[in-house]
Every structure is written in C-alpha cells, then in structure tokens.
C-alpha cells in the first residue's frame, strides 16, 4: 500500500464514520475481521477487549453510534505499514489511532483501536 492508497482508504472510511451510516462503514471490512479496543472491554463486556465477525461489531457500533449521536472524526495523519496502515485521528474520545490490517483484496481484516486515557 502507498500513502495514496492509504490516503483515499483513511478518507472513505472517516466519511463513513461522519455519515453514521453503518452499512458504509462496514463495507470497509472481510466479514470475519478482528476488531480490538479498549472500549470493547465496557461496551460489550468482553474482557479481552476482541470482537470477531461483522454482525457482533455490527452490534457494538450501533451501540456507538447511538451512544454519541454528534459523533465526527477529524483525520490527523496516516502511516503506511506491510498491508497496514495506521489513521490518526480526533473523535469524540479525543486523540485517537487505529491500526488497520489489509487483506489482498484490500479490505480489512484486523483493525485496532488506540485511545488518550488520559
């Protein structure tokens, strides 16, 4: 992947996210993705902080998104890995990173969020 490629994936998924339109969002992801976050832990009460598969993320997003309906990310930077990327951005938890695992089709199929607990 080339910071283009990174670029225009970073800007499609932040317009996803504004729209607060799940489906958009969730096009972005293989069906059996990985997602990890601390938020995870209380949200879904999953100690391990790991979602596997679209229809129980699909669940935690909508929690989400309902829980923060003015929900809006402003990107910062994006950082080119092997098959990976990571976006950095602001959002209603403040400074935030994620780290997004592609897979040969360019979806994600890992992703893992990081937050300022501060």
Same mark, same amino acid.
């Given at each position: ?56 993320? +699909? !669940? ?17 930077? !994006? ?13 209603? +938890? ?25």
């Amino acid at each position: 992947m080339n910071i283009k490629q990174a670029n225009k994936f970073a800007d499609h998924w932040i317009e996803a996210w504004n729209s607060h339109n799940l489906e958009n969002i969730l096009s972005h992801y293989i069906d059996d993705f990985e997602m990890t976050s601390p938020v995870i832990v209380a949200t879904m009460n999953e100690a391990s902080g790991t979602l596997k598969g679209k229809e129980i993320i +699909r !669940v935690y997003w909508s929690k989400a998104l309902k829980k923060y309906p003015e929900l809006h990310f402003e990107k910062l930077d !994006v950082l080119v890995g092997v098959n990976s990327i990571t976006l950095i951005y602001n959002g209603v +938890r403040g400074l935030s990173a994620e780290v997004f695992y592609f897979n040969a089709s360019g979806k994600v199929k890992a992703a893992c969020a990081h937050y300022d607990l501060q």
